[in-house]
């Protein structure tokens, strides 16, 4: 039988990193991308590696002309490509809209929203012009500011993520009747570096301490709705954007 595979984009580290381990553990292969991130890369690869499991890194930005191309192909190498994880994503830096650049909102909506539509479309195209098998489906990884609109820190970030989620409502529907599930997980403020990149290292302690559970979420809580929605126990689930928020809405 075939290997099936998996693409996540952004598994050097993180939440992307936590699905990575989730996915490799059931039993996929694993095409991950990342851009600069070598040593967390080569981490992930090791771990695989001591494990049996087939991982490939591909260094490649998302946004890339080819990039979705060059993914699907990467994965398709290793056998049956199943399931993709759009996981990759930036905020820029934090503050109210008046102090973002262009470039800024440039980058933000292509990495998180642009080259997550242009993968979808590859993948899908990719699964119509095949025969049909009922374990695909396309996760994406959103984020609870898409509804709270996050004011005074990234509401150029929040709007990127309202799009990706009006994305996997429709797509869902669209594909639907080809087998194929389209949901997201939308994760609340999560322990990862993001935060630090965006200025505020310490920015997931002091959020976390005010949601409902008095704590930020871990990479692989998050993950761990992103691979139950890859399985077949979430087989009736599709259009859905899944809360892993500690208890913010
Ligand atoms: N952490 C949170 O509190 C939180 C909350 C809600 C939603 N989310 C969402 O969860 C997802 C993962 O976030 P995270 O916190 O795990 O982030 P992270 O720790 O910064 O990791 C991001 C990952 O994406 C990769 N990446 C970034 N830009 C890329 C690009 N253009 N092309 C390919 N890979 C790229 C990074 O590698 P390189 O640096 O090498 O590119 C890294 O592997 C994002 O979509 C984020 O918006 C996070």
């Known amino acids: 039988m075939t290997r099936t595979v998996a693409i996540v984009t952004g598994g050097s ?36 590696a001591s494990s049996g499991a087939e991982v490939l890194p591909l260094r490649c930005d998302v946004t890339d002309a080819d990039a979705p191309q060059r993914i699907v192909a990467a994965a398709e190498e290793l056998g049956n490509l199943t399931v993709l994880v759009n996981n990759a994503g930036i905020t820029g830096p934090i503050g109210p809209l008046r102090t973002v650049t262009d470039a ?46 996050a004011p005074g820190e990234y509401v150029w970030y929040a709007a990127s993520k309202a799009g990706v989620e009006a994305l996997t409502v429709g797509l869902a529907k669209e594909v639907a009747a080809n087998g194929v599930r389209v949901n997201a997980v939308s994760p609340g403020t999560t322990l990862t570096t993001i935060h630090a990149r965006a200025g505020r290292p310490d920015r997931a302690a002091e959020v976390g301490a005010r949601t409902p559970l008095g704590r930020a979420g871990s990479p692989d809580e998050i993950a761990a709705a992103v691979e139950w929605l890859t399985t077949s126990d979430a087989g009736y689930v599709t259009g859905a954007i899944v809360d892993v928020t500690g208890g913010i809405r």
Do not use: K, M, P
Request: charged share 30%; proline share 0%.
């Open 13 to 48: 580290r993180g939440i992307g990193r936590a699905v990575v381990d989730r996915l490799i553990r059931r039993g996929h292969a694993v095409v991950f991308t990342y851009t600069s991130d070598e040593s967390g890369a080569d981490e992930v690869l090791a771990d695989a």
């Open 104 to 149: 800024t909102v440039a980058r933000v909506i292509d990495v998180n929203l642009t080259a997550t539509i242009r993968l979808c479309r590859a993948v899908v195209t990719r699964w119509e012009a095949q025969e049909r098998r009922d374990d695909r489906s396309i996760v994406n990884v959103t984020s609870i500011a898409a509804r709270t609109g």
